[in-house]
């Protein structure tokens, strides 16, 4: 009798052990999209939520990974859904910004993002002021853009996309539409470029493109050194991003270092046989070592490609 009392309570305690543990779905979440697993957060957002209907910051989180899986349509609703818990929600207000700039719907995004440059949340507000920049930038009205990105910086220096936004600015030799600026072109400044990019990488270490934007601001100042060591670091971050092997080769050309442009070309294009650009480079560095039937293919390919 005691021994069946004893299995009887065992189990019962074992049941409401069971019972009462829940995996922390929000934390597991939030570690899923640190590491970029926006479906696997989903996932468990979605089992949040059975539980907690009512969590607006649960939402918000579903609406960025939906966002980032392309399933705007249902990140506005979890948008919109938090919103009418809590109408004064920065965060939700920022990704539904962002949502209509994609849309190329400016005059609702700009009206948004006009107000979150105000906001008390000084991290909101630097957001703010970079989406303003980039709607400025795109348009070619350089003075506004600018001043914009002067302000993300201000509102917070740890904002390591304020930083580079401003480097994109500070270095580029062409606006947007693609019209020459040379060396005229008013807020071409490579020392602040190469500072902004360096401050951006001290925020945004393993970010990719931070390091090959300064590598393009070093090769402009004709440090090849520097350049490399950047453009390197680049590829090591992001080895499935093909343009840094074409970007690579073509600095290795300009430098006669013919038969390593020559291995970043075919990876590039054994990467991707679709991509006229590498194929053009390639049929140059071929007329430059004189193997001009080589030549002749590649521009033949690359015509058919364009």
């Known amino acids: 009798m005691k021994s069946a009392i004893f299995v009887f309570c065992f189990i019962a305690c074992l049941l409401l052990c069971t019972c009462?543990?829940?995996?922390?779905?929000?934390?597991?979440?939030?570690?899923?999209?640190?590491?970029?697993?926006?479906?696997?957060?989903?996932?468990?957002?979605?089992?949040?939520?059975?539980?907690?209907?009512?969590?607006?910051?649960?939402?918000?989180?579903?609406?960025?990974?939906?966002?980032?899986?392309?399933?705007?349509?249902?990140?506005?609703?979890?948008?919109?859904?938090?919103?009418?818990?809590?109408?004064?929600?920065?965060?939700?207000?920022?990704?539904?910004?962002?949502?209509?700039?994609?849309?190329?719907?400016?005059?609702?995004?700009?009206?948004?993002?006009?107000?979150?440059?105000?906001?008390?949340?000084?991290?909101?507000?630097?957001?703010?002021?970079?989406?303003?920049?980039?709607?400025?930038y795109f348009s070619d009205d350089f003075p506004e853009a600018i001043d914009a990105f002067n302000l993300a910086v201000q509102k917070d220096s740890s904002n390591g996309m304020a930083w580079y936004y401003r480097g994109l600015v500070k270095s580029r030799f062409f606006s947007p539409s693609g019209e020459t600026q040379n060396y005229n072109f008013p807020f071409l400044d490579l020392s602040q470029a190469l500072s902004d990019f360096t401050d951006c990488i001290k925020c945004l270490p393993l970010m990719a493109d931070a390091y090959f934007q300064r590598a393009m601001v070093h090769f402009n100042r004709f440090d090849d050194k520097n350049g490399m060591k950047d453009l390197n670091k680049a590829i090591d971050l992001a080895p499935n991003y093909i343009y840094y092997y074409q970007a690579r080769a073509h600095q290795h050309i300009l430098m006669r270092r013919y038969q390593e442009a020559l291995l970043d070309l075919n990876y590039s294009i054994s990467r991707n046989s679709k991509e006229p650009d590498a194929y053009i480079e390639r049929a140059g560095l071929y007329k430059i070592l004189g193997r001009f039937a080589e030549a002749k293919s590649d521009s033949l390919k690359a015509a058919g490609l364009d």
Not at 30 to 41: C, H, K, M, P, R
Not at 78 to 101: F, T
Not at 122 to 133: D, M, R
């Open 20 to 136: 009462n543990y829940q995996p922390n779905n929000l934390k597991l979440a939030e570690t899923e999209i640190e590491s970029q697993d926006y479906l696997g957060a989903i996932i468990r957002l979605n089992m949040h939520l059975n539980n907690f209907p009512d969590d607006d910051s649960a939402l918000v989180m579903r609406a960025f990974c939906y966002s980032k899986v392309w399933k705007d349509s249902l990140s506005k609703i979890d948008l919109q859904a938090a919103l009418r818990k809590n109408p004064e929600y920065s965060e939700a207000k920022l990704i539904l910004g962002r949502l209509l700039l994609s849309e190329e719907n400016y005059t609702s995004a700009l009206a948004i993002f006009d107000k979150l440059v105000n906001d008390p949340n000084e991290s909101i507000a630097s957001e703010a002021w970079i989406e303003k920049g980039r709607i400025f």
